[in-house]
C-alpha cells in the first residue's frame, strides 16, 4: 500500500476531505499532517482505508466511519468516531466530549481520558478507554459497551438504555436508574476478548458492570421529582 | 453558540492581536458580532471608556450632553475623544475622563441619554470594543491588532437569546465596577428574574442580552464580600441554564462552566504565558507548536488565573 501525505493547515476542509476520499479510493495508506487541531476531518470513510493523523484533531474526526482505521496521535475534540457503523478508530491522547457519540458499530480506542457523555446514545459497537471516562458517560446509550480501565466521573451511565458501562477503577458517582452489577465470569470473558486483541486484557481487574435499572423505561410523570437533580 | 477566548500575557505586549487570531479560528461559532476586552497599561488616575452612540448625526449633540453630566460630578475630557464611524448609523468613541467624584454616581446618571450613547467600558486599563460583524471585520475597524496590554477576552457571538445589535455584543462591562468585563458562551435561563432583583438594588441593564446578567452579579456578589473564587462557585448552583464563561479584572481571568458540562474550554501555557477557548484549534494559533492542552471538560470547574505571577493566584 503506498503512503500520501495529505497537508492540512488553513485550506477548506472540503478540499481536504475531498482529497481524503480520493486517497482512499486510490488505495493510500493516508498520513494528515499539519491539522491544526481543526474540525469534521475524515468523515464517512469507506471500508478498507487507513487513516493517521499527526497532532490534534478537531470535532467530529472519523464521523460516520465505514469501517475505515484511522489513528489519531493525540487529542481529538467533540464528537470523534460520531455516528460510527464499522471501523477502528484509535485516539492516543484524550478524547472531547461524546466520543463515539450514537455509533452504532465498530470500535473505538481511547488511550488517555474522555470528556463528559462519552458514548452517549450509542447504538452498537464497543468504546475502549484506557483512562477514565467523564462525567455522566453512557448517558442514554442504547447498545454497545463502554469499557474504562481508569475509572470513572460522576453521574456515570445516567440514564442508561440498553447499552452496558463497563469500569475498573473508583467511580465518582453513579447517575440516575443505574443498575450496578457484579459481573459473571462469562460476562467478564466477553470483555476480556474485546480487550485482547488491543493487549489490554488483565484477569486481575474488579470490574463493576452497569446496566440499566429500567425504571425510567416506564416514566410517569407523577414520579418526575426523583429525576430531577436540581 | 459562541466562541469566546482570554489571553495572559506576562509583560504587556500585542493582546490585541493575539485576542484577533483566537477569534479569526473561532469564526464559525458565530459571526454576527465580535467583541474584545483589552487591558492595557493601567493609568494612575482618570478612566478610559469606550462608548457607542445609536444615531452618529446627533453625535455633537451627545457629547456635549455626556461631557455636561462628566462636569457635573468633577470630571472632564483629558484629551478629544476619538471617534470611529462607517456607513452604520452607530458611532464609537474612546475618552480618556479624568475621576468623577463617585463612578457610580456619575454612571446612574450619564446612563439617563443611554437611549442615545452608551458607555461600554470604563476603567483605569480595561477597553471593550465591540461591534456587529466578523473579527477581522471588527478589528480592522478599531484597530484592535495594535493594541498592547497584558490580557484580555475575546467573543464571537451566534445571537440566541436577544437582537443582534452592535452594543448587545459581548464582551460586557460590569456597569458600574470600574475594570470587570465577562465573556459567556451559553444561555442563561433565569436572567430575567435575576436581573429583576439585581435592579431592584439599584444596577442597570442596557441590553436584553442574557450575558449582561453575570458580569453585574458576580461583581455583586464580590461587593459583598465573596473572594471571586467563592463568587464563582456560588454561580454554579445560582444561575440557571448552560455556561461557560469568563470574568476579567485587573489582577485576573477567572471561569465557571455549568454543572452539566456543556459548553468546553480550552488552555494552553507557555513560558507562563496562557491562551484560553472554546475550541482548541484556537489556542494552536497563538501557541502553535503543540503544547499540552488542557480540557476543562467537567461539570460545575472553575478556576482562577493571575496575571503577573501566574501560579501564585490559583
Given amino acids: ?230 | 453558540m459562541c466562541g469566546i477566548a482570554g489571553r495572559i500575557l506576562n509583560a504587556p505586549g500585542k493582546v490585541g492581536d493575539d485576542l484577533v487570531e483566537l477569534m479569526v479560528a473561532q469564526e464559525h461559532r458565530g459571526s454576527d458580532s465580535t467583541g474584545f476586552a483589552v487591558y492595557g497599561i493601567p493609568r494612575e488616575t482618570g478612566y478610559v471608556l469606550r462608548g457607542m452612540g445609536f444615531d452618529k448625526s446627533r453625535m455633537d449633540g451627545d457629547m456635549d450632553d455626556f461631557q455636561n453630566i462628566l462636569k457635573a460630578h468633577g470630571s472632564d475630557f483629558l484629551e478629544d475623544p476619538t471617534f470611529v464611524t462607517n456607513e452604520a448609523d452607530h458611532y464609537c468613541t474612546r475618552m480618556i475622563i479624568s475621576d468623577p467624584h463617585d463612578i457610580e454616581q456619575w454612571i446612574n446618571v450619564a446612563d439617563e441619554i443611554s437611549d442615545r450613547f452608551e458607555v461600554q467600558s470604563c476603567g483605569r486599563s480595561l477597553e471593550i470594543i465591540k461591534d456587529v460583524g466578523s473579527s477581522n471585520d471588527v478589528a480592522d475597524k478599531h484597530g484592535v491588532r495594535e493594541m498592547i496590554g497584558t490580557h484580555g477576552l475575546g467573543h464571537a457571538r451566534l445571537a440566541t437569546e436577544s437582537s443582534v445589535l452592535p452594543n448587545a455584543s459581548h464582551p460586557f462591562w460590569a456597569r458600574p465596577f470600574p475594570d470587570v468585563a465577562i465573556v459567556h458562551n451559553g444561555q442563561i435561563t433565569d436572567y430575567y428574574t435575576w436581573r429583576d432583583k439585581l435592579e431592584r438594588l439599584g444596577y442597570r441593564f442596557l441590553t436584553y442580552n442574557d450575558s449582561e446578567l453575570i458580569a453585574v452579579w458576580v461583581s455583586d456578589q464580590m461587593k459583598n464580600g465573596l473572594t471571586m473564587e467563592q463568587a464563582l462557585k456560588k454561580s454554579i448552583t445560582s444561575i440557571d441554564g448552560v455556561f461557560t464563561y469568563m470574568i476579567a479584572q485587573p489582577d485576573s481571568i477567572g471561569f465557571a462552566k455549568d454543572r452539566f458540562a456543556m459548553k468546553p474550554l480550552v488552555t494552553v501555557e507557555k513560558n507562563g504565558e496562557l491562551a484560553a477557548a472554546t475550541e482548541e484549534q484556537a489556542v494552536c494559533r497563538v501557541v502553535p507548536d503543540g503544547s499540552d492542552v488542557i480540557n476543562y471538560d467537567g461539570p460545575g470547574i472553575t478556576e482562577i488565573w493571575g496575571v503577573g505571577n501566574r501560579r501564585a493566584a490559583a
Avoid at chain 1, 501525505?5 to 481524503?20: L, S
Avoid at chain 1, 481520558?113 to 455522566?136: F, H, L, S, W
Wanted: proline share 2%.
Fill in chain 1, 1 to 230: 500500500m503506498s503512503e500520501i501525505v495529505i497537508d492540512v493547515g488553513e485550506r477548506h476542509i472540503r478540499e481536504i476531505n475531498e482529497e481524503i476520499q480520493a486517497a482512499c479510493a486510490a488505495g493510500h495508506k493516508i498520513i494528515v499532517r499539519n491539522t491544526l487541531s481543526r474540525h469534521n476531518l475524515g468523515i464517512g470513510l469507506p471500508a478498507g482505508a487507513d487513516l493517521h493523523f499527526e497532532g490534534s484533531v478537531g470535532y467530529y474526526c472519523g464521523g460516520l466511519n465505514n469501517g475505515a482505521t484511522i489513528n489519531i496521535e493525540r487529542n481529538a475534540g467533540w464528537g470523534a468516531g460520531e455516528a460510527q457503523a464499522a471501523g477502528h478508530i484509535t485516539i492516543g491522547g484524550y478524547a472531547g466530549m461524546s466520543v463515539g457519540a450514537a455509533m452504532l458499530g465498530g470500535t473505538i480506542h481511547v488511550k488517555g481520558d474522555t470528556g463528559p457523555r462519552c458514548g452517549v446514545a450509542m447504538k452498537g459497537g464497543n468504546i475502549i478507554v484506557e483512562g477514565k471516562i467523564g462525567y455522566q458517560s453512557g448517558f442514554m446509550s442504547h447498545a454497545g459497551k463502554i469499557i474504562a480501565l481508569g475509572g470513572a466521573g460522576a453521574s456515570c451511565a445516567d440514564a442508561l438504555w440498553e447499552g452496558e458501562v463497563w469500569v475498573a477503577g473508583e467511580i465518582e458517582s453513579l447517575g440516575v436508574d443505574v443498575n450496578l452489577l457484579e459481573p459473571t465470569a462469562e460476562d467478564v470473558a466477553e470483555v476480556e476478548a474485546i480487550l485482547e486483541p488491543l493487549g489490554l486484557n488483565d484477569s486481575s481487574r474488579e470490574w463493576r458492570k452497569m446496566i440499566s435499572g429500567q425504571r425510567l423505561w416506564y416514566f410517569e410523570s407523577r414520579d418526575a421529582n426523583a429525576w430531577l437533580m436540581i
